[in-house]
């Protein structure tokens, strides 16, 4: 039997970057500023262009030309090497992202608990389909492949922050108070900001209330580990290791 694959970009993912070419004057300074201090964390210019797309990011909320001609200039690299590698990562938007960025997993664990049912009532709750940002402008809905929370699936994730457990009616309540301007306090993590000031976090430039009160793994997380050493287990190799 002959099997036949199509290759490709997922149907809600844009093909190419569209947006401003270049920067104003006063932005692009304010901007350099900001990638001197990133670049100096590290040996070599190259190694910061990660941060550096998040950073360009957090000016327009997605990457655009002028953003991408920037992180070229700023570590040696061409345009087409730059695009390259943002269109490699699906955290790097390529169209205009609303305050929260909304992203149902769909892959398999989640899917089994209900993660298919919660997309499809979001959909239906915003009126809108997956890539696509509510008239507001405050909600832009994606799907996920995989955002490594299986053990609380289903997950919804706001501007990378998780919201474990989910049920499609408390996503519908979840989009609504983020419609209202009451972000709800993430299961984990941070507390919620717009999403380009999440890209400046990321960029290594957050506001001190950005990490104020973060939360950290929840039982279900570490529930192997526990019982690991309630059973004196030891993996080969690390016995007598702490």
Known sequence: ???????????????????????????????????????????????????????????????????????AEQVGLTSAQVTAVATFYSMYRRTPTGEYLVGVCTNTLCAIMGGDAILEALQDHLGIHAGQTTDDGRVTLEHIECNAACDYAPVVMVNWEFFDNQTP????????????????????GAPLCPFRQTARTLAGLPEPQDLADARTLGPATVAGLKTAHEKGMVAHGLEGED
């Open 1 to 71: 039997m002959t099997v036949f694959l199509q290759l490709g970009p997922k149907p809600d993912e844009p093909h190419g970057l569209s947006g401003r070419d270049s920067y104003p004057t006063d932005v692009r300074a304010r901007l350099e500023v900001d990638a001197e201090k990133i670049i100096a964390r590290y040996p070599h210019a190259r190694s910061a262009l990660l941060p550096l797309l998040h950073l360009v990011q957090s000016e327009d909320g997605y990457l655009t030309p002028a953003g991408i001609e920037f992180c």
């Open 169 to 188: 009616s408390s996503a519908r309540d979840l989009v609504d108070a983020l419609r209202a301007g009451n972000p709800p306090v993430p299961t984990r």
